[in-house]
Nanobody, 113 residues
Framework: QVQLVESGGGLVQPGGSLRLSCAAS????????MGWYRQAPGKERELVAT??????YHADSVKDRFTISRDTAKNTVYLQMNSLKPEDTAVYYC????????WGQGTQVTVSS
């Protein structure tokens, strides 16, 4: 089964930026839309953004601040996060959309001064 490995998280001050990466161990983009999800402490996992051949989607909470992109040749999906807010603090995961693969370990994003 294809495995997903997220990276790029860290501690950043409010207003800062991070770029997350998600590397897939196989070529799946031609079969699936890909998505970034996040789970904050005590909350359910939520969809942040998706990307497919037809375009992309960003949740209202991150629109105009986050941008999803992908490099098909590298089997990698990215999430550029700008103007980060404390409420963006969460573990970020990637998966297909809808999610059909085993979840990876995620990458922690902490926005705090």
């Amino acid at each position: 089964q294809v495995q997903l490995v997220e990276s790029g998280g860290g501690l950043v001050q409010p207003g800062g930026s991070l770029r997350l990466s998600c590397a897939a161990s196989g070529s799946i983009f031609q079969f699936y839309s890909m998505g970034w999800y996040r789970q904050a402490p005590g909350k359910e996992r939520e969809l942040v953004a998706t990307i497919a051949a037809g375009g992309s989607y960003h949740a209202d909470s991150v629109k105009d601040r986050f941008t999803i992109s992908r490099d098909t040749a590298k089997n990698t999906v990215y999430l550029q996060m700008n103007s980060l807010k404390p409420e963006d603090t969460a573990v970020y995961y990637c998966n297909t959309h809808p999610s059909v693969l085993q979840w990876g370990q995620g990458t922690q994003v902490t926005v705090s001064s």
